[in-house]
């Protein structure tokens, strides 16, 4: 038996290890494995960062009947690039006339949208035909300014 200074360390069992013996590991008994229960993240502890909102969608209202009034360059470029939106399904018709329809394009970003505005503008459609607006899940009519479904498109869909 060996004599320490340290009294924690002159602490022997009869078998000479410290600390005790242990058991070969295929000897021990196996344990049960800790049942978790489910709890809500708030009771966890948990940091549950919510997913942060859906920016803005913009979409570029065209008024086709006014482009289609003018009848130049612009008009039969118009004509030609048209089909494109429709194809991807970007485009939401507002209002259908023989002339023309006055349609939304979307739903982009703002950047996105504004970037189509003046492209547009740079291949001589007018200004006043384009308008770039909030998108939301109900069109608005033509007339209307707002970002919501308004009382004015409420009334016009009612009658």
């Known amino acids: 038996m060996k004599v320490y200074a340290d009294p924690l360390l002159a602490e022997t069992v009869p078998d000479g290890t410290f600390g005790g013996a242990r058991t070969l590991r295929r000897e021990r008994p196996k344990k049960p494995a800790p049942q978790l229960a489910l709890m809500p993240a708030q009771e966890s502890g948990l940091l549950v960062i919510p997913a942060p909102p859906e ?21 039969a470029w118009w004509a030609e690039q048209s089909g494109h939106f429709d194809r991807i399904g ?41 308008k770039v607006r909030r998108w939301t899940e109900q069109p608005h009519m033509p007339k209307c300014r707002k970002a919501a479904p308004c009382r004015l498109c409420g009334k016009a869909e009612a009658a």
């Open 55 to 75: 920016p803005p969608r913009w979409g570029l209202v065209v008024d086709e009947v006014r482009l289609n009034s003018v009848a130049g360059p612009a008009a």
């Open 90 to 130: 970007k485009v939401r018709y507002l209002a259908m006339l023989p002339v023309g329809a006055v349609l939304e394009i979307g739903p982009y970003e703002q950047d996105d949208a504004e970037f189509m505005r003046d492209h547009m503008i740079e291949k001589g459609v007018l200004p006043q035909v384009l």
